[in-house]
Nanobody, 117 residues
Framework: VLLVESGGGLVQPGRSLKLSCAAS???????VMWWYRQPPVKQRELVA?????????YEDSVKGQFTLSRDSAKTTTVYLYMNSLKPEDTAVYYC???????????WGKGTLVTVST
């Protein structure tokens, strides 16, 4: 499965941004899709995930601030809505998908989000 993230950029603190992750396969071939982020000089960390049935889970650090949703059944796209952004949200955001049959994971190349004045 090929994953392509988009939507990153420079945004001022307090503003919102929407990230997208488009997968080449169908939801039939995917178990779960995750968003991770890697802040500068830090390790990659989990942000949120969405299962094939639409259930979502968020890390405590983004609960109430980020919202994850999926597109209709016709496309395999997930969206990460990020509100009230803070400088500490600055990171490269990566999309990850676990394949249903093999259990293997695919990664996107990431999209950079910079929160700064």
């Amino acid at each position: 499965v090929l994953l392509v993230e988009s939507g990153g950029g420079l945004v001022q603190p307090g503003r919102s941004l929407k990230l997208s992750c488009a997968a080449s396969g169908s939801w039939f071939s995917i178990n779960v899709m995750w968003w991770y982020r890697q802040p500068p000089v830090k390790q990659r960390e989990l942000v949120a995930n969405i299962a094939r049935d639409g259930r979502t889970t968020y890390e405590d650090s983004v609960k109430g601030q980020f919202t994850l949703s999926r597109d209709s059944a016709k496309t395999t796209t997930v969206y990460l809505y990020m509100n009230s952004l803070k400088p500490e949200d600055t990171a490269v955001y990566y999309c990850n998908a676990q394949l249903r049959l093999s259990g293997n994971h695919s990664w996107g190349k990431g999209t950079l989000v910079t929160v700064s004045t």
